[in-house]
Structures are given as C-alpha cells and as structure tokens.
C-alpha cells in the first residue's frame, strides 16, 4: 500500500521556522516528482514547492527565498524547511508524489499525503 506521511506541522511565531516532513512507503518515490502544496481555509489548495528527481527545485513566488524543498532518496522521504514564516503561511500543508515531468498542477499528482496543519500566529 503506498502511502505518504507528513509530519512537522505546529504553531510558530511570525518569523519563526518549521521542518516538515514527508515519509514515503510502498514504493521507491526517487523517481518521481515531489511536490508540496497548501491549502488555507476557504481557498483552493496551491501549489508552494516541488523537486525533480535529479535534485531541480521550484517554487511559488510567495515562498521564494524562504522555503527550500529537499529530498533524501535512501530514506524515500522528502521535507519542506520554511522559514521567515508569515501568518498568511497558514495552512494545511500537503505532500504528493507524481511519475510525470509537470510540477505545479495539482491534478497530475498521483498520491497524496493525509495533510499535516502550519499555523503562523501574528
């Protein structure tokens, strides 16, 4: 059964960090794409990082300069640092894996993770 786990959520300070996590089991994800997407209450789930196999990252402009994704292949697991974090960075936080190329569309993700909730307080 192919699952992915986050965890590493919480609540932080503005300007504060967390590490988030993603553990993969039931298959080897290093090939695949990695994404980490968020979804803030009454919005539609967005699209913050992701990171090719080959180690080539991309990011939201809303995050940039302060998230950076990461992978560790012999662990099947990849994370998510943020910091300089913002009260708008809250959100469920979301990782996901997809077997394709394209990176910042929700849809060609295969599996998904249960979600793990960041709140920034002001």
């Known amino acids: 059964q192919v699952q992915l786990v986050e965890s590493g959520g919480g609540l932080v300070q503005a300007g504060g960090s967390l590490r988030l996590s993603c553990a993969a089991s039931?298959?080897?994800?290093?090939?695949?794409?990695m994404g980490w997407f968020r979804q803030a209450p009454g919005k539609e789930r967005e699209f913050v990082a992701a990171i090719r196999r080959g180690g080539g990252t991309y990011y939201a402009d809303s995050v940039k300069g302060r998230f950076t994704i990461s992978r560790d292949n012999a662990k099947n697991t990849v994370y998510l640092q943020m910091n300089s974090l913002k009260p708008e960075d809250t959100a469920v936080y979301y990782c996901?894996?997809?077997?394709?190329?394209?990176?910042?569309?929700?849809?060609?993700?295969?599996?998904w993770g249960q979600g793990t909730q960041v709140t920034v307080s002001s």
């Open positions: 039931g298959r080897t994800f290093s090939r695949d794409v």
């Open positions: 996901a894996a997809n077997s394709g190329t394209t990176y910042s569309t929700s849809s060609v993700y295969d599996y």
